[in-house]
């Protein structure tokens, strides 16, 4: 083996992917070539059957150009990754007058506010159900401001509503610990990051929460996570995400990868992942699902460096005989 093909093999051994993930939690976004905003970007509602409840959505076009903005309604599905929403088909949601609403328009003039109102009505005989629904806001310049030159499609920004018809709360205990992405051998030297997925089983949304220690083979903590209050639609995965900090109800909660770096890990390590009722739950405490994956940590370069030495000492006294 060449030089250069050994650099590239030790390389390629000590390779370590650190994956972001995006996150659930409502921020402003802009449409393409117009700043114009969407609040709330993501809500969680629940309606009883039998019930009417009003959600208003805000536009704000914070742009120099007047907008007309035209409403559709979308069912999404979760991608079973991150999270992140993917539009299916127009819905066919039937507790919205959706002709009405998407035959609708708005004109936003310029750093000016509008509202869309959404009258949810749900008979007293509808089943339990979990509808994720996205209101697509298709946006383009008023055609007066725009005779002078082609009229077209320049934006497009939702609002994500999960709406839960249900005479109670929600709550998932059907949670199931997928797997865990991380190489059964990793470097003594290299930062290590897992990927727990897990899968819920329920009808309903729930918010993640739990947490994820490593262990040496003396049974001693080498690293602790508390898992990012995500949210996972029902019947769908997700890949977990670490809390940055211990989670406080009145601070907007910051997430960051389950990765860390000590200085030096050697020999068989557990990983335990412990998912909990939801942080703000009066049973949060309560152990749900749990699952134990295994690596094991060697000094791969070293290692490899040694045998090339080795092989380079055999190849030495073959070639001198």
Do not use: C, W
Request: aromatic share 10%; charged share 20%.
């Amino acid at each position: 083996m060449n030089k250069k093909r050994t650099q590239k093999f030790i390389s390629a051994l000590a390779l370590s992917v650190v994956l972001g993930l995006v996150s659930l939690y409502p921020n402003s976004v802009s449409a393409q070539g117009f700043n114009l905003t969407v609040t709330p970007e993501v809500h969680y509602m629940r309606i009883k059957p039998g019930s009417k409840i009003r959600h208003t959505i805000t536009l704000e076009n914070k742009g120099d150009v007047a907008l007309t903005v035209t409403p559709t309604i979308y069912d999404f599905e979760a991608d079973g990754e991150s999270g992140r929403a993917i539009l299916k088909s127009a819905t066919t949601f039937p507790y919205l007058d959706l002709e009405h609403i998407q035959n609708s328009s708005l004109t936003i003039p310029p750093h000016k506010r509008a509202q869309l109102g959404l009258l949810f009505s749900v008979p007293e005989d509808a089943p339990e159900k979990e509808y994720p629904l996205t209101v697509l806001f298709k946006s383009e310049p008023v055609q007066s401001q725009t005779e002078t030159s082609q009229s077209q499609l320049v934006g497009a920004i939702g609002s994500n509503l999960i709406v839960l018809i249900s005479q109670d709360e929600q709550t998932s205990d059907l949670i199931n610990i997928d797997s865990i992405s991380i190489p059964f051998f990793v470097d003594s030297f290299k930062k290590v990051t897992l990927q727990p997925k897990i899968k819920n089983n329920h009808f309903a949304a729930t918010n993640t929460a739990g947490t994820v220690i490593v262990k040496n083979m003396f049974n001693t903590e080498v690293a602790r996570f508390n898992i990012f209050p995500d949210t996972i639609l029902g019947y769908s995965s997700r890949i977990l995400r670490a809390l940055k900090t211990e989670f406080q109800p009145d601070i907007e909660p910051e997430a960051v990868p389950f990765a860390f770096k000590p200085s030096f890990l050697l020999g068989l390590y557990t990983v335990e992942v412990s998912i909990t009722a939801p942080y703000t739950s009066a049973y949060s405490d309560e152990v749900i699902a749990f699952d134990t994956f295994t690596f094991f940590a060697v000094p791969i370069i070293p290692i490899l460096v040694g045998l090339l030495g080795i092989v380079s000492a055999i190849g030495y006294v073959i070639y001198k005989k």
